[in-house]
Nanobody
Framework: QVQLVESGGGSVQSGESLRLSCAVS????????MGWFRQTPGKEREGVAT???????HYADSVKGRFTISQDSAKNTMYLQMNSLLPGDTAMYYC????????????????????WGQGTQVTVSS
């Protein structure tokens, strides 16, 4: 059974940092697509940062230069380091895994991912 469990969310001030973690079990971690998405009420879930099937990283334009995705294969854990947080980053953040994705359009599309965590809330106040 595939499980993805996020942690590390919280409430911070604008300009501060947070690091999200995603512990993955029951899934061949070395495959394929892994990444972070976020969603606010009334909006679609959007890709934030992902690894595609070739191991390339992809970022939403709104987070480039501020967020960094990484992974520790030995620990089956993925991370999202978020620096210089803005109120617009406030959302529920989800980690996700998929079988195959390639290129930014694919790797940042929620439709390519079929396993999802329960989410962790990030709130940034001004």
């Amino acid at each position: 059974q595939v499980q993805l469990v996020e942690s590390g969310g919280g409430s911070v001030q604008s300009g501060e940092s947070l690091r999200l973690s995603c512990a993955v079990s029951g899934y061949p971690y070395s495959a394929q697509c892994m990444g972070w998405f976020r969603q606010t009420p009334g909006k679609e879930r959007e890709g934030v940062a992902t690894f595609d099937s070739e191991g390339s990283t992809h970022y939403a334009d709104s987070v480039k230069g501020r967020f960094t995705i990484s992974q520790d294969s030995a620990k089956n854990t993925m991370y999202l380091q978020m620096n210089s947080l803005l109120p617009g980053d406030t959302a529920m953040y989800y980690c996700a895994a998929g079988d195959y994705c390639s290129g930014s359009l694919s790797a940042l599309s929620r439709y390519e991912f079929r396993y999802w965590g329960q989410g962790t809330q990030v709130t940034v106040s001004s």
